[in-house]
């Protein structure tokens, strides 16, 4: 066993999902902030840009059931602190396909670059990184930062107190999508609370206004529910230096399980009073842990 490394645990909540799918013809087993409908890539070029200042460019990727808006309160003060910000959308299609449509991103942006993933996000970074010459520091905000062929669903299951590995019929809506995989189908999180399902606000959007997570869950990106099956690749984080926030009042991803995957990966840590949505509630913390990231790729 690797150093470092421990067995992860297959819990019920997990197998649960499995027989859902299995239940609706579907052959993939999986699960895992996501907002509004897709959108370009929002991109700003700064006073620094335009003066070929030396500062790196921060790209910032979403994880499952948000989008780039959920990161407005980091993205403005990281453009305030004259960065040029990138928030492409992340397609929630799979750990490779997405973290190849992020390598084709990155590759038409010169310079230096600090990744930075939320939640599912990290999955993306960690992989898109190794083709990424120019990506100088990760970030990673409440998200995953898995090892070679670590799944989304194991990564749940490792800790208790996911409320994402709860009875699959409970807190998710399973949609058909079209072009999907054999019996594949999209996963929306619901906002009532049902069983042991604590509900959106409570679950995902801990620490968020009732109004706010009633907007972030109404304008959810679904996850492909394959993707939380899919193994990840050779970690960027072996070779990249990394950062991470904790938030300690995480609902999504256990915080014992984001300090061990953090501490593996001898991120930088940096822990907060917050939920899963650490970027919505305490951005200041987030765009700082960037920032100090930032200051060392440049």
């Not at 910032?60 to 990281?78: C, E, I, K, M, Y």
């Not at 992020?102 to 993306?124: C, E, K, N, R």
């Not at 194991?154 to 996911?162: F, L, R, T, V, Y």
């Not at 999209?186 to 009633?214: H, I, M, T, W």
């Amino acid at each position: 066993m690797k150093p470092n490394a421990r067995p992860l645990r297959t819990r019920s909540g997990a197998l649960a999902l499995a027989g859902v799918i299995a239940a609706a013809g579907t052959v993939f087993v999986a699960t895992q902030v996501t907002a509004a409908p897709a959108t370009t890539t929002a991109s700003v070029m700064t006073a620094s840009e335009a003066a070929g200042g030396s500062k790196p460019t921060i790209v910032l990727v979403h994880g499952a059931w948000a989008d780039a808006s959920s990161r407005n309160g980091v993205t403005s003060r990281l453009q305030h602190a004259g960065y040029t910000v990138y928030a492409p959308p992340n397609p929630l299609r799979g750990v490779s396909q997405d973290a190849e449509t992020l390598s084709d991103f990155l590759a038409t942006i010169p310079g230096p670059m600090v990744l930075v993933g939320h939640s599912y996000g990290g999955f993306v970074i960690t992989n898109a990184a190794v083709n990424a010459p120019n990506v100088k520091a990760l970030v990673y905000d409440n998200a995953y930062i898995p090892d070679q062929g670590e799944t989304v669903f194991q990564i749940n299951a490792a800790e208790p107190g996911s409320c994402v590995t709860a009875e699959p019929s409970t807190f998710l809506n399973l949609v058909p999508y079209p072009g999907a995989a054999d019996g594949d189908v999209d996963a929306y999180l619901k906002f009532a609370p049902s069983g042991d399902y604590r509900g959106f606000q409570d679950c995902f959007a801990n620490g968020v206004s009732n109004e706010q997570a009633r907007l972030l869950a109404a304008g959810q990106r679904p996850f492909a529910v394959s993707a939380g099956s899919q193994p990840s690749g050779a970690p960027a984080w072996k070779s990249i230096p990394s950062w991470a926030v904790v938030g300690t009042q995480d609902h999504v991803i256990p915080p014992a399980e984001l300090r061990f995957m953090a501490e593996r990966a001898h991120a930088r840590i940096t822990e907060v009073k917050a939920g899963h949505l650490s970027l919505v509630t305490r951005p200041d913390v987030v765009a700082d842990t960037i920032t100090a990231a930032a200051r060392t790729a440049g």
